[in-house]
């Protein structure tokens, strides 16, 4: 158990300029792919049809449902620094599949995106969320009830 949380919590050994790096990191990219995400949202909740793709067989409104998940609740996450890596997962798979499933056959340019926000999301996994999350705080009560 203490390996998982160490894996999923910790936020990090890092000095306060790095820290407020990747809190800066995290709150750009954070609010950019929510702002992505939210008119994805606003589809699903919406009483239009759902116009969306169905990249890997999953069917339109369980691919939106997904994407969604990933770019508005895991940026959220993503943004506050709470259970950063495992947020992480679902960013990642909606990157891969946009860069390499949904844009296999575009050029370069449409994938580029994607891949970009990818190697951000890498960047974050593995360097942790840093001193300014509550992925730090989670982790310190965690160590000291352990």
Known sequence: MKKIINFFFNPGD???????????????VGVFMLTHGVGKFMMLVGDGPIRFVDPIGL????SLILVVFAEV???????????????????????????????????FAKKEMP?????????????GAGKFSID???????????
Do not use: E, N, Q
């Open 14 to 28: 890092h000095a306060v300029t790095t820290s407020s790096a990747l809190l800066l990191l995290r709150l750009i």
């Open 59 to 62: 069917g339109v409104t369980a």
């Open 73 to 107: 609740f895991c940026s959220i996450l993503l943004i506050v620094g709470v259970a950063t890596r495992l947020a992480l997962i679902p960013l990642f798979i909606t990157m891969l599949v946009a860069a390499l499933i949904f844009h296999a056959s575009d050029t």
């Open 115 to 127: 891949l970009l926000y990818l190697t951000i999301y890498i960047v974050i996994a593995m360097t």
């Open 136 to 146: 730090r705080w989670i982790y310190r009560r965690l160590r000291k009830s352990g």
